[in-house]
Structures are given as C-alpha cells and as structure tokens.
C-alpha cells in the first residue's frame, strides 16, 4: 500500500500545485509531475528542482557525441523530498513512452533525473526538459539494455506504484 | 628419487599454473562478451532508430488533424514537433551514427531528413509564431521526407541486427574457445589425476618394500650372533639385540637410554671414550670408528670386565648421527689363545728340555768314559797276558762305541739348536767318492756284493764345501745299503746340473735289498729308527745315523730323498747344491808331522775338578815323562801359577768357583810366569759351544774330553816343534781323520787291519809265485792294494806297491822279488805306525 506524506512543507506544496493540476497543458511540458498510487499528484519546475539537493556526473551515451556532463536530482532524492512510498516507479515521456523502475534498482545519486546537459537547461528539441541518465561509463552494470530503456527523455511524469 | 618427485612437483604445478592462467583468460573474455552482449547497446538504438519513423507518423497525423480541424493551441503542436525534431538528433549522433558509418544509402536518406528539420526549426523559430501556413509548409515536407524516414529505421533496424549477429558469432566462437580449453583442461587433469595415481602407487610400493626391508633388516639384526649396539651422537643407548643381552647381561628394556659409558664401558675407558666421542663429534675424524675391526675391553653388568673384538661404523640419518658397534665376546677365544701359547711353552720348555738333557747326558756320560778309556790306554801300556790284552781291547772298544752314540746325540743337539757348523774347502770329488768307495768296498766284499762307482763326466771337478759333512752322509747312505743287502750290488752314481753360482750334485745310491715299504719309507730319518731289528745291532749307524745325515743334508740346504720298493731295493738320493772351485788354486794339504818324539820333561798343570779324571791325566802325563801339579779349578790354577812357570796346563772348561774360561783370561792378564804358556782347554761338551769363549779368553787349544794317550803323544809332539821322522808312511793327517769322521775309528781299524792282513797274504804270496799267471793275479792284488794305500794316506807304501804291480805286470819277478823285500819291511813300520797315528787321530785333536 503506497501512501503520500505530508510533511508541513511539502503540504503547502502540493495545495500550490493542486490548482493548475489538471488538465495537462502545454507549460507543463517543463514540470514534472510526481504522482503516488491513489492519483494524488504533485508537479515540479525547475525552480523547486533546483531547491532540491543536487548531484552531477559526467559520462558518455549512446545517443550523444563525446562525454557529456548531466546535473540534476537524484530520482531516490527526489522520490524522498515528495515522500511517496512504492515498490516500482513509472516514468512517463512526452510521446507517452513509459518505463518502470523497481525500487530495489535506485541509488543514492543513480539514476539522475538531469535538469542540464553540459550547464545548460535543455530544450524539448533537445531530449529536454528532463531526462533519466545513469553514469554509464562508471560501470557495465549502467550499460545494460534495461538502464538503457530506462534512460527515458522528454520525462514528464513518475507515477509510484505498489 | 627425491629429484624424480621434485621434477613430477615442478611439471605438475607448471601445468596447474598454465591452465589456471588460460582458464582465468578465458573466463575474463567470456565475461566481457557476455557484457557487451548485455549492454546490448544496439537494440536501444535500433529502437531508438524505429522510434523516428513512429514520431513522424504520430506527427503527421497531429498536423493533418490539426489542419483539418485546428483543434490544438500553437504550444502543443510545437511541442509535438519538438518531440519529432529530437528523435532527428539521434540518427546522427551516438550510436546510431556509429551503426550507419559510412553506408551510402543511409547518407542519402538522413540527408532529406536533416534538411526537413533545419527548415522546420527555422519556421518554428522564426519570429511572429507558427502560421497555418508554415503548419500546411511543414506538412508536406513532412510527407516527402516520410520514405525517407521509414527507409533509415529499416535500414538501422537491418544494420543493428547484421552487428548483433557478428557479436553474437564473436561470442559463440569464444564459447568455442572456452569449451576447447575447458576439454583441454579436463584432459590434462585426467592425465595428472593418473600421474598421482601412480605416483601414489609408486610410493605406496616403496613403503611396502621399505617395510620389508625394515622388518628383515630387524629380523637379521634381531638374530646376529655378534652383539650389536646402537647409540646415538651423546652415546645414548637406542638400540640393543638379543645377542648383546646376553653377552653384556643387561636387558633391552632396562639398557636403552642409557650411556655407553655409564653401562657396557669399563671405567678405567670412560675417559678416554669421553674424550674420543667428543673429538669426533667435533672435527669427524675417526679413531676407532671405521677403521676395522679391533680388539677392546667391555663391561658386562655383573661388572667383570671382558675383551671383545669390535668395529664400529656410523650412519647419518638427516644430520642425525648415530654409531653402530658389532661387539663379539672373545674372552672364550682368548682363553683358547691363552692355552695354545702355554701348551707351545710347554712343548718349547720340553723340547730345551730334552735338548739340555741330551747335552748333559752326554757331558755327564763323557766324563767318566774320560775315565774309562784314559784308564784303559794306560792298562794297555802295561804289562798284560794275552786274554788281559784282548778284554782291555774289547773294553775299549765297547767305550768308543759308547763314546761315538755319545757324539751322535751331541749332532743332534747341536743340529736342533743351530750349532751345527761347517767348514768347507776345496776338494775333488772324483777322489772323494773314489776313496768312499775304496773304502767301503771290503765291506761288501765280506758279503759278496759288488760296489760300484760312477761319476758323470760333467761331475769330475773341484768343489767348494764342507767335504767331511758329504762323505759322513754319503758313508752312512752307501754303508747302511751294504748293510741291508743280502744279494746283488750296490751302484754310486753322481751327476749333477750346473747352476750359475752353484751345481746341484746328485749323488744317488742305489741297492739290490729288501726295500722298504711306501709307510715306513719316512720313518727311516726320524731319530733311533732302525728298520732291520736285530740284524748288525752292534754296526755304527743303526740309530741315528739316517735321521743326522738327512739334517746335515739340510742344514747344507740340501736334501736326503728315499725311492724304494719293497722286494726290489731302495734308491737313497742325496741331493746338494755344492759352490765350484772358480781356479785350481786349492791348497795342497797341510803335511805336517805328529811323529811321536814328544818333547820330554815338561812342567805341565792339570786343572780338573773331576778326581779321577785328574788322576789319569797326571798318570798318563808322568807316564810320558812329565812332571805334573794338580789344580782342583780355576782359582786353585790361578794361585798355583802365581808361583812356578808351565810349559803346558790343562785346562777344564767347567768348573766350580772359577770355571776354565775365566781362570785362562786372568792368566793372560796376570802378566805372571804364565802369561804366555800353553793352555789346552778341555771340554767334555761339544767343541763347537766353546770354540769361540775359549779362543777369546787366550787358549792355545782345545780338546773334547776323554783326552786319549795318543792324543797328548801329538800334543807334545807339536809342542816340541820336533819335525817327523824320515819314515812316516802316514801322510795327510786329514785323510785318515776324515775317514775316521765318517767311518769311526772302528771300522777304519777294521779296514786297516784287513788292508795290512792282505799285504801279508800278498807278500806270502808274491814269494811262492813263480809263473805267469801267479806273476798276472800279483798285478792285480798289487793294483788293489795300492788304491787302498793311497785311501789309508800310507803314501810310500803305495808307492812301493805300485812299483810291484808295474814289475808284476812286466813279469819281472827278479825285480819284483827284490822290491818285495823292501815292501815288507814297509809294512811292519807302515803297519805300527798306523796303528799309532789311528789311536791319536781317534782323539780327534782340534789344532785351531
């Protein structure tokens, strides 16, 4: 059973949010929204991403040129600064593609849910405005075909599920 | 085989380590291609890949709807191309890039596709927003580019799947590998899994035969008859067999462990045995240990302490060094040596013991034949009957028998203690063996056998060697053949080979007799063996003639050899290496004359502890004419000769208080009235024994007791320097000496008298012949007799007989009968005087 809690803060939060929540529009395309099992949602820019702590690494891809530096949120930090509780999370892309990511698999800083690419915020055009990345060159273990599918772009959601 | 398993060790992990070491490639390979299989980073893109061609159909649709109905703001739709353009990004960058390469087909179709998304970006981006027109603008680019897009995703899909396939083949070819190797290593574990094998069985063999051998080895060990110990560097006890329980007493249990010192080593040893253990341990060199066997003291534990031989040797077992001792009790055996050296004392003290008796007895029985025949020579000076004459004559002859066995087991004695001496010269041996012969030949004669004589050619020369020694042997081997004979004849042969130095004669005597049988053929030398009992019991040689010939031939390093058959004769070889004359410069033999015109009147002193032989020396001295003083021994003679001057002193040799040698020395030394007179040593010893002290002390002569009156007739004689007369027919003193030697005056006298009875006969005879053939029968009496002269040393006599064989020959019987008178005449003198010069010569004077 998956549940949301509500520290004091967060609380004021989620009743901030709650007003634009639905239906998804265009704007929203740069926030990310954050949901737990029971539909309760909350959404976040790069403002209250930024507030949260960061971390960073550098590493190649399969999909760029060259080593590339990605900073952002860990998605364990994240996860923990809304407070939702599951054994998997979906991770959702603008083209609707959809992932999900088993508890057990999140590391302390891995993977990153990256806000910049090279110190730069990145563009929709540009596999923006966040984008999943693992430290694939720090070990084999990040160049599987499942940390590959998981390296989802364009995120814009992460639902929690039991 | 320590070296063997070293090199199995080394082979066996070389083999492990390169197994190990492909293995661990292999596996480190297998592993990255397994990776790189996982990672599978070209499915990503190849999806990555379709995904343009989804997000352009998605696109299109939004566009055709959107400008059929214009349901969406200018936000979404721009975000809808956004999502689309970003998929442009990824057909030429990463991966994707990397998959298409250099393929041409692929150039061509991303280059419409890049083209659509520069000019769709310059319209989204161009100022003034999105208008329906750009929207439619975008739309057909949108659907002429879309062959496009759909060629690059299959192409990439295709490209991706074809770089798959060759990883996967990579892959499976690795697998290949590895499994090869894996074979490989299961093949060559199996092979070393059979080297273990065998190498354990090998080793399991070798502990089998090690304890068979161990077990042997304790066994052997176990049932030694010599006491083995054990010990180790401290001379610590660690091993103790049966054997050495019982020759030391301890048992094994209460012995083990504890020191060879303080148990099995005498204590008067210990020290030393300290001291050598800790030179050994020290510098290694061996004293005792492994040098043989030797002989040493050991303790048993009843504490006696015993000998023992021993030897000990040392094993070195991983630096561990321990002694091994193989100790045999002796004590039984030097017991057993200790008895054999007292029974050869014994038998040493009993044989000096019959050797001494032999001489005592002789010197004991000497003296009173002293006695004997002094008395008798002065009985027959007498007046006496004619049966008084024959008893005195049958007395003397029976004390010269006496006298002659006395002198035989003197030899014998001196030939067993060395003392037997001989005194060669040169001599003829023709003449020798023809005289023998002569000699001899009436006695075969008397019974009827013939004797003959012959020298090789090669043999006919002078000799150096002792030629009275030859003749005793040889007449006792040809007298003894005549003796035991009946019937036949007795043949003398000598020949010989000539060595470089030396020539070894073999004279053989060879008889027609009884024989004697191969058993007793030995017995015949030993001592007192007479073979023929009671035949000739009283003929000189019965006894111990044989035996002394044979030891004299010996002594000569010669040999005296028997070759008999019983019934058919007996062959008697006497075999000598004689030393040849190198020059015919033999002295001729000392002529001297032992006429008896003795000095008359002398001062004489008789030294003599003996009473009676005292007593007839001085009868017989004063009988001579001489005045005689008594002495009773040395010291007695020292003082009666303080005060008077003697022409001549007998001197006994033994004697009580001063014995003759001593008194004769201080005599000379004295510087007194009798420094210089003649002292004549009397001994009734053998001469030999007392030659030497007698001469070193200052004697003039000396001389064998009994000292017979004729002997002290030529004593005087010579002393008087009184030169013979002119008749003296009795030439070479030796000649008859010599015959004496080896015949014995006995028998000489008995040749003697039938040589003077046949000269009778002959001259009986030559005055009744008258005819031719008594005139021829004459010649050859006269030849006979003339040899026999010449043997007798009765040298004018022979002359005159060869004369009258010469005139019987030549029939000159005028002439014959004219030298026959002159022969007679000789002969009477001959006769008498050979009778004296016999006498005297019997005495055997010794001149120095």
Same mark, same amino acid.
């Given at each position: 059973? &998956?549940?949301?809690?509500?520290?004091?803060?967060?609380?004021?939060?989620?009743?901030?949010?709650?007003?634009?929540?639905?239906?998804?529009?265009?704007?929203?395309?740069?926030?990310?929204?954050?949901? #737990?099992?029971?539909?309760?949602?909350?959404?976040?820019?790069?403002?209250?991403?930024? &507030?949260?702590?960061?971390?960073?690494?550098?590493?190649?891809?399969?999909?760029?040129?060259?080593?590339?530096?990605?900073?952002?949120?860990?998605?364990?930090?994240?996860? #923990?600064?809304?407070?939702?509780?599951?054994?998997?999370?979906?991770? $959702?892309a603008l083209n609707d593609y959809l992932v999900t990511l088993p508890y057990d698999e999140l590391e302390e800083d891995v993977p990153l849910v990256a806000t910049r690419m090279n110190g730069e915020y990145m563009s929709v055009r540009d596999k923006g405005p966040f984008w999943v990345v693992f430290p694939y060159d720090r070990h084999w273990r990040y160049r599987t075909e499942t940390k590959y599918a998981q390296s989802i772009w364009q995120l814009t959601r992460l639902n929690v599920v039991d | 085989m320590t070296h063997g398993l070293n090199r199995y060790r080394v082979a066996i992990t070389a083999g492990f380590g390169l197994l190990l070491l492909l293995l661990a490639v292999m596996v480190a390979n297998l592993a990255a291609q397994m990776r790189s299989l996982s990672l599978a980073a070209g499915d990503n893109t190849q999806w990555s890949i379709a995904q343009l061609d989804t997000e352009f159909a998605n696109l299109n649709a939004i566009l055709t709807e959107q400008v059929a109905?214009?349901?969406?703001?200018?936000? +979404?739709?721009?975000?809808?191309?956004?999502?689309?353009?970003?998929?442009?990004?990824?057909?030429?960058?990463?991966?994707?890039?990397?998959?298409?390469?250099?393929?041409?087909?692929?150039?061509?179709?991303?280059?419409?596709? *890049?083209?659509?998304? !520069?000019?769709?970006?310059?319209?989204?981006?161009?100022?003034?927003?999105l208008s329906e027109d750009d929207l439619r603008r975008i739309q057909e680019m949108l659907r002429d580019v879309r062959q496009d897009v759909r060629g690059i995703a299959v192409l990439g899909v295709r490209l991706g799947a074809e770089q798959s396939e060759a990883r996967r083949a990579g892959f499976a070819r690795q697998l290949l590998w590895t499994a090869g190797v894996a074979i490989a290593l299961l093949f060559l574990m199996g092979i070393l899994l059979q080297l273990l094998i065998r190498l354990l069985d090998r080793a399991a063999q070798r502990d089998r035969e090690l304890l068979t051998s161990s077990r042997k080895l304790a066994s052997t060990v176990a049932a030694s008859l010599d006491a083995i110990v054990t010990a180790d560097s401290e001379g610590r006890i660690i091993g103790f067999n049966s054997a050495a329980e019982s020759v030391f007493g301890w048992r094994r249990r209460e012995i083990i462990g504890q020191k060879m010192e303080d148990t099995i080593i005498p204590n008067r040893m210990r020290?030393?045995?300290?001291?050598? @253990? /800790?030179?050994?341990?020290?510098?290694?060199?061996?004293?005792?240990?492994?040098?043989?066997?030797?002989?040493?003291?050991?303790?048993?534990?009843?504490?006696?302490?015993?000998?023992?031989?021993l030897n000990i040797t040392t094993t070195d077992v991983e630096g561990q060094k321990s002694f091994i001792a193989y100790v045999r009790d002796i004590s039984e055996r030097k017991i057993d040596e200790q008895k054999l050296i007292d029974a050869r004392d014994r038998a040493q003290t009993m044989d000096k013991a019959k050797t001494r008796f032999l001489t005592v007895m002789?010197?004991?029985?000497?003296?009173?034949? *002293?006695?004997?025949?002094?008395?008798? /020579?002065?009985?027959?000076?007498?007046?006496?009957?004619t049966q008084q004459e024959r008893y005195a004559k049958i007395a003397t002859a029976s004390s010269e028998i006496l006298l002659e066995y006395v002198n035989e087991a003197l030899d014998i004695t001196r030939i067993e203690g060395g003392a037997l001496q001989f005194s060669p010269q040169d001599f003829d041996l023709q003449t020798l063996m023809s005289s023998l012969v002569d000699v001899l030949e009436p006695l075969a004669r008397e019974k009827q056998l013939s004797l003959s004589l012959h020298v090789a050619d090669g043999m006919q020369m002078r000799f150096h060697a002792d030629n009275n020694r030859i003749r005793q042997i040889l007449t006792n081997l040809i007298g003894n053949a005549i003796k035991f004979t009946d019937r036949g004849e007795v043949k003398v042969a000598v020949k010989g080979i000539h060595g470089p130095d030396v020539t070894s004669v073999r004279f053989s005597v060879c008889d027609t007799g009884a024989g004697i049988v191969p058993e007793d053929q030995e017995h015949v030398f030993e001592d007192f063996v007479s073979l023929a009992e009671g035949v000739g019991r009283q003929r000189r040689g019965d006894g111990l003639g044989l035996s002394i010939a044979r030891r004299i031939a010996r002594e @000569?390093?010669?040999?005296?050899?028997?070759?008999?058959?019983?019934?058919?004769?007996?062959?008697?070889?006497?075999?000598?290496?004689?030393?040849?004359?190198?020059?015919?410069?033999?002295?001729?033999?000392?002529?001297?004359?032992?006429?008896?015109?003795?000095?008359?009147?002398?001062?004489?002193?008789?030294?003599?502890?003996?009473?009676?032989?005292?007593?007839?020396?001085?009868?017989?001295?004063?009988?001579?004419?001489?005045?005689?003083? +008594? &002495?009773?021994?040395?010291?007695?003679?020292? +003082?009666?000769?303080?005060?008077?001057?003697?022409?001549?002193?007998? @001197?006994?040799?033994?004697?009580?208080?001063?014995?003759?040698?001593?008194?004769?020395?201080?005599?000379?030394?004295?510087?007194?009235?009798?420094?210089?007179?003649?002292?004549?040593g009397l001994t009734a010893h053998g001469v030999e024994e007392y030659r030497a002290p007698a001469k070193q002390a200052g004697m003039n002569r000396f001389h064998t007791k009994p000292i017979r009156l004729n002997?002290?007739?030529?004593?005087?004689?010579?002393?008087?320097?009184?030169?013979?007369?002119?008749?003296?027919? $009795?030439? /070479?003193?030796?000649?008859?000496? !010599?015959?004496?030697?080896?015949?014995?005056?006995?028998?000489?006298?008995?040749?003697?008298?039938?040589?003077?009875? +046949?000269?009778?006969?002959?001259?009986?005879?030559?005055? #009744? &012949?008258? /005819?031719?053939?008594?005139?021829?029968?004459?010649? !050859?009496?006269?030849?006979?007799?003339?040899?026999?002269?010449?043997l007798l040393g009765l040298n004018r006599l022979e002359a005159v007989l060869a004369t009258c064989e010469d005139q019987a020959r030549a029939h000159d019987v005028a002439a014959h009968a004219k030298q026959l008178v002159a022969l007679v005449d000789l002969a009477d003198v001959a006769q008498a005087r050979f009778v004296r010069r016999l006498e005297r010569a019997m005495a055997a004077a010794v001149p120095d």
């Open positions: 059973m &998956a549940r949301i809690h509500h520290s004091r803060t967060l609380a004021g939060l989620f009743c901030f949010f709650l007003a634009w929540a639905l239906p998804v529009m265009a704007q929203d395309a740069l926030r990310l929204q954050v949901a #737990d099992g029971n539909g309760d949602t909350v959404t976040l820019d790069y403002d209250q991403l930024d &507030a949260l702590p960061q971390s960073e690494f550098t590493t190649s891809t399969i999909w760029t040129d060259g080593a590339v530096q990605f900073s952002g949120v860990p998605l364990k930090v994240l996860l #923990d600064a809304v407070q939702v509780e599951g054994s998997a999370v979906e991770m $959702i | 109905e214009g349901g969406l703001s200018r936000d +979404e739709v721009r975000l809808r191309i956004d999502i689309a353009l970003s998929r442009v990004d990824i057909i030429n960058s990463g991966r994707a890039a990397e998959i298409f390469g250099d393929n041409a087909a692929a150039a061509r179709q991303i280059a419409p596709i *890049n083209a659509f998304a !520069e000019e769709t970006v310059a319209l989204l981006d161009a100022p003034g927003g020290q030393a045995h300290r001291d050598g @253990m /800790d030179r050994y341990l020290k510098t290694g060199e061996p004293h005792v240990v492994d040098s043989g066997r030797f002989e040493l003291a050991a303790l048993r534990k009843s504490g006696e302490e015993f000998p023992v031989e002789s010197h004991e029985i000497r003296t009173p034949l *002293n006695g004997i025949l002094g008395v008798l /020579d002065l009985l027959k000076t007498t007046s006496l009957t @000569m390093g010669g040999d005296i050899t028997l070759d008999s058959e019983a019934g058919v004769g007996s062959t008697f070889t006497l075999i000598l290496p004689l030393h040849r004359c190198d020059a015919q410069t033999a002295e001729p033999a000392r002529v001297h004359d032992q006429g008896v015109s003795a000095k008359p009147g002398c001062a004489v002193l008789v030294v003599e502890d003996n009473d009676i032989n005292r007593r007839v020396l001085r009868d017989m001295l004063e009988g001579m004419g001489h005045r005689v003083e +008594e &002495a009773v021994n040395g010291a007695d003679c020292l +003082e009666k000769a303080a005060h008077a001057p003697f022409d001549v002193i007998f @001197m006994d040799i033994s004697m009580p208080v001063m014995d003759g040698i001593e008194a004769t020395r201080k005599l000379r030394a004295s510087g007194g009235p009798n420094a210089q007179s003649e002292v004549v002997a002290l007739h030529a004593l005087f004689a010579d002393l008087g320097e009184v030169t013979s007369s002119d008749y003296d027919d $009795i030439g /070479d003193d030796d000649v008859l000496g !010599e015959l004496i030697d080896v015949l014995g005056a006995g028998k000489v006298r008995d040749t003697g008298d039938a040589f003077f009875a +046949e000269l009778q006969a002959f001259a009986d005879d030559a005055r #009744d &012949a008258r /005819d031719r053939a008594d005139m021829t029968a004459l010649a !050859e009496t006269a030849h006979k007799l003339t040899g026999a002269a010449a």
